[in-house]
Structure formats: C-alpha cells, structure tokens
C-alpha cells in the first residue's frame, strides 16, 4: 500500500536548524518544500506566520513552536486547519527563571555585588524562602512543573484555576477558582502568572486584584496581556507589589518611553523566561507527525474557542 506523501512547510526563526533537525529524523512520508501554497502542515513561530496564512491554503496542520498562539488565533477565527502548540518543555526554564529572580531579590545578591565595587563590608538581613507563599495562577504543565520545584526548597505552591480542581499527581498545597482569589492574595508572598491570552483572562490583574496584595513579588511569564498596565504601576507606587518581574507585554518590544524600563522596582526581561529549543521542538513534532500519518489524534491540539 502506498502512503500519503505529506509536504511540511517551516516559518520559524532558524529555518535552517529546523531543516537540518528534521533531515536526521527521516521521517517517513515527509517531503519540505519552500513554497507555502504546496504546504499540508506547517511548523510555525505564530508571530512569523500569522500575516501569511492565506499563503498556505492547504494546510490542514500547524505545529507552532511556541506555547502561545494567540497570534495565529486573532487571524483565523474560523479555522481551516488543527493547529497544536508545544508543552511539557518549558517548566524547568520558567521555574529557573522565577527562582533566580527570588533567591536575589530575597538574598540581596545584586546589592552585594554593588558593595563588592566600592570594597564596602556590609551585612544585610535577608529572608529563607522556606514558607514562602506562592500563587501560581495556571496549572497547567508550567505551573505544575513550578510548584513541583518550589515545593522541594520548602516553599507553599497554591494553584489557582478555572475550576478550583488540582491537577492529578501535583505539589500544590491549595488549588482555589480564579473567583475566590481575593481572599487568598493577603496571605501570598509572591505571585506567578502563567496565564495564556484569553478572553477571561484579558486584564486580570488589574487594581481590584492588586489592593488585597501586601507587598508581593510579581512575575509574569504568561502573556502581557493579562496585566493592566496602570493598574501595576499604582500597586507599586501603594506598595501592594514590593516587585515586578516582567517578561511578557501586550507589544514587544516595549517603547522606549514605557515607564517600566526605569522603574527602580521593575525588572523588564526581553520575553526570554524559556525559549523554544528547536531539538524539544522537533522531538514534539517528530511524535505527532507520526501520530498523523496513521491517522491517530494529534496531541496538544489547541481550542480555539478556549484560546489554549
């Protein structure tokens, strides 16, 4: 019997190292072409191919190399093709990044390597992140992953989701509904966000949620669009947030003008909290594809009346 040839299409920020990854993989019935129109999958960084979507008319599959698609999703409300994203790979990079953040800000490291220029000898107390509160808003594969890791320093993962349910099999200590937050963030140290742009998701954290905050860290490692902005900036100024840890913004790159970049309790990372390695990646692809290919159901497909 003779297989379906399948013509995979690349729109990705290293073109290149995705063609040479997918040649030693030899994967059956797969052709790459160079011209979109002949394209039946694509694998896609979503900003790069979303104003070209009309250029591959017989996709019936994307591969995005990002977890987000909300780019891909804003150009295509009604969708042609199945579009699935990449998880499972980014946990170890956002807890890093998250925790690198915290043990400085905890432990004065960036202060001491200050004193260390002027030769000026001088102790500051510093907080154990032992007992910690952390709200971790999404717990999905991220944020099961973080609780996972800050649980082993000793610290308190609490989820908060749409449902008020905890995930099977994971660290965290307490799981509320995104409605009974509220009450919950007094208690908090430190706040993550690992919330994709949704709808209900769109501005959540804005100056009702700041004003029951008492002196938090904030992080966010999901999507800008989350945060309003105003909202942020007076939660700093009322010392609701001790500190923002931001890597994601509704545009990116931010302007020159954006307050953030010369707010001394604001610290702007260039979207790099965990990046798309292109070996994860094709190890995701590689595994749906053949799933595809025999006609079994893709995994990580997106809803694209949830947005994730």
């Known amino acids: 019997m003779t297989m379906q040839k399948h013509t995979l299409a690349l729109v990705t920020e290293d073109n290149d190292k995705y063609l040479s990854l997918l040649k030693q ?6 052709e790459i072409c160079s011209k979109g129109h002949a394209a039946s999958i694509v694998l896609a960084a979503p900003p790069k191919l979303a104003d070209s979507l009309d250029c591959y008319p017989k996709v019936q599959w994307i591969q995005s190399t990002y977890a987000g698609v909300d780019a891909i ?3 295509a409300s009604a969708p042609r093709f199945q579009l ?3 998880k499972g790979i980014f946990g170890q990079q956002i807890s890093e990044y998250v925790l690198g ?7 004065h490291f960036a202060l001491y390597k200050q004193q260390q220029t002027n030769r000026d000898w001088q102790q500051h107390h510093y907080q154990s992140l032992n007992g910690k509160r952390m709200a971790i808003f999404g717990t999905g594969a991220i944020g099961s992953h973080l609780a996972n890791v800050v649980k082993a320093l000793g610290m308190i993962p609490i989820g908060i989701n749409r449902t008020g349910i905890p995930p099977r099999q994971s660290a965290f200590a307490e799981t509320y509904h995104i409605n009974e937050v509220n009450t919950l963030l007094a208690s908090v140290d430190i706040i ?8 209900a ?5 804005n100056r009702e949620l700041f004003a029951h905050c008492r002196g938090v860290l904030f992080f966010n490692v999901g999507r800008g669009a989350t945060v309003d902005t105003p909202s942020l900036l007076t939660a700093l100024e009322a010392g609701q947030i001790d500190h923002a840890f931001l890597d994601v913004f509704i545009n990116e790159p931010i302007s020159q003008e954006c307050p953030y970049w010369h707010h001394s309790q604001v610290t702007v990372t260039p979207h790099i909290a ?3 390695f292109p070996e994860q990646v094709v190890d995701i692809f590689a595994e749906n594809y ?4 025999d006609g079994f159901q893709l995994q990580n497909l997106v809803d694209f009346n949830k947005g994730y």
Request: hydrophobic content about 35%; glycine content about 2%.
């Open 274 to 276: 965990a990046l798309s």
């Open 73 to 75: 999703l804003e150009k």
């Open 290 to 293: 053949l799933r595809w290919r």
């Open 101 to 107: 953040h915290t043990i400085n800000h905890y432990r």
């Open 84 to 86: 699935t994203n990449v």
């Open 201 to 205: 998701t769109h501005g959540i954290f």
């Open 25 to 30: 993989r030899q994967l059956p019935d797969l």
């Open 192 to 199: 993550v966000s690992t919330l994709p742009n949704t709808r």
